[in-house]
């Protein structure tokens, strides 16, 4: 028993837990949760009473069972249909007021974000001040944000259990959802749609911050990539030449190409391939090397470098700061 208990609360926490909300979204889909659970509860409990009357009932000696209960088809009517009716009718009322509650931001937001669900990746974009990055999305924490989702291939869905309900990415249509976390903090999101091998490592994190910690945040990631100095401009050299460029753009230089995620602030994030692999020098040369192995089914191509060029361009990302 205690520990069926412990396993029963060990779902409750944890960083992708919808009942460990920490937001005004997740709290509303974490009470409607308790709500139906607790009816559930209810049900179950007077079934089995039920069920184990007709048990104790149907040991009695045959001759004693009294067959015609005249209020028998009475009760079925009310217990089997008025009964379950009303309860799903109630409920499915409060589901509709929590749908409608959870259609509109809190507040206004002050923040508008357009999230681009790819296989098997996360476009970041932040229009107003025409800054992109990936698998990261950066809010500011006690203020409601506004999400633009789009698609382009499959469908997915943005899912960040601790703040919002699912939300899916339909490809050549636009949805909105809004966010908002209560306190600073990094939470985990994650595809919730199948959308092909590579679905469950389609992960990836917001990260509330203090506004002015945003702010300067924000503005750093507009800024263009900055000059590679030390060895770094023959990892440059290696990147515009070589098959990265053909997919990856580097704000401030030629690479501008969009299939892949913008490099531009590599350093900054904490990982890379969607939250596969911790963003180290090591992980980023094996990924380069081989992809397929990291992920396999993504469509990125090994690219082979001899060691030195492989160095040097490991140093230019390791700068894109
Ligand atoms: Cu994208 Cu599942």
């Not at 409607?32 to 040991?59: D, E, G, T, Y």
């Not at 001040?129 to 950066?138: G, K, L, P, R």
Request: glycine share 6%; hydrophobic share 45%.
């Amino acid at each position: 028993m205690t520990i069926l208990c412990w396993a029963a609360a060990a779902g409750c926490s944890g960083e992708a837990s919808a009942l460990d909300p920490a937001g005004p979204g997740a709290r509303r889909v974490e009470g409607l949760w308790w709500l139906m659970f607790a009816i559930s509860c209810a049900v179950f409990v007077v079934v089995l009473a039920f069920l184990a009357a007709a048990v104790i009932r149907s040991r009695r000696p045959t001759g004693s069972i009294q067959r015609d209960v005249p209020w028998g088809n009475r009760f079925v009517i009310v217990a089997g249909i008025i009964i379950p009716c009303l309860i799903l009718g109630a409920l499915f009322v409060v589901s509709l007021r929590d749908m409608s509650a959870l259609s509109a931001p809190p507040e206004e937001p002050t923040v508008t974000i357009e999230v681009v669900a790819r296989v098997w990746w996360w476009e970041i974009r932040y229009p107003e001040a025409e800054a992109v990055t990936a698998n990261e999305i950066y809010i500011p924490a006690d203020e409601s944000v506004q999400l633009r989702l789009l698609g382009t291939d499959v469908i997915h869905s943005f899912w960040v259990p601790r703040l919002q309900v699912k939300t899916d990415h339909i490809p050549d249509r636009v949805n909105t959802l809004w966010l908002k976390a209560d306190e600073p903090g990094r939470y985990r999101g994650q595809c919730a749609e199948f959308c092909g091998i590579q679905h469950a490592n389609m992960i990836f994190w917001v990260e509330a911050l203090p506004r002015a910690e945003f702010d300067s945040w924000l503005a750093e990631q507009a800024e263009p990539a900055q000059e590679p100095t030390g060895g770094a401009e023959t990892g440059e050299e290696v990147f515009l030449r070589s098959a990265c460029a053909g997919c990856h753009a580097v704000r401030g230089t030629e690479a501008n190409a969009q299939v892949g995620p913008d490099l531009t602030h590599l350093a900054e994030r904490e990982t890379i391939v969607a939250g596969v692999l911790s963003n180290t020098r090591a992980n980023l040369r094996r990924f380069i090397e081989d992809p397929q192995e990291v992920k396999p089914g993504i469509i990125m191509p090994p690219v082979e470098l001899a060691d030195e060029e492989m160095e040097a361009l490991l140093d230019y990302l390791e700068q894109l700061d």
